[in-house]
């Protein structure tokens, strides 16, 4: 099976929030460009991260979705799949991610 690329569309609904929906694999290939991201935040901002598009999460990439919470403060997780919920489960960083499990009004009108 081919490694398939993460594309990151950015969205700012408002002048505190950031949207980042991520679409592919997120892993040690790719990790680096969520990384690159997350240099365009700013600490306090509020940001959501969309994992509706994520098929693979390694551990590389959730130590690229805790350097963004680092950088911005706090990270809101949504469209969490199963694979990605277990390995946030067994690694407990469910509540230090804030995973949502369902997508707001506020979420889908900014999407």
């Known amino acids: 099976m081919a490694h398939q690329l993460l594309t990151i569309a950015v969205s700012r609904p408002d002048a505190g929030h950031v949207r980042l ?12 460009e969520l990384v690159a991201a997350a240099a365009d935040l700013h600490y306090g901002q509020q940001v959501t991260i969309d994992l509706s598009g994520v098929g ?5 990439g959730l130590s690229a979705l805790l350097i963004v919470r680092r950088v911005a403060g706090s990270v809101r997780l949504t469209g969490v799949g199963t694979q990605v919920q277990q390995l946030l489960d067994r690694t407990g960083l469910t509540e230090l ?5 369902a997508v ?6 900014t999407g």
């Open 21 to 32: 929906r991520l679409t592919g694999e997120l892993d040690y290939e790719t990790a680096p």
């Open 56 to 60: 693979l999460c390694d551990s590389s």
């Open 97 to 101: 991610l804030s995973v949502q499990t």
């Open 104 to 109: 707001d009004d506020d979420l889908r009108a």
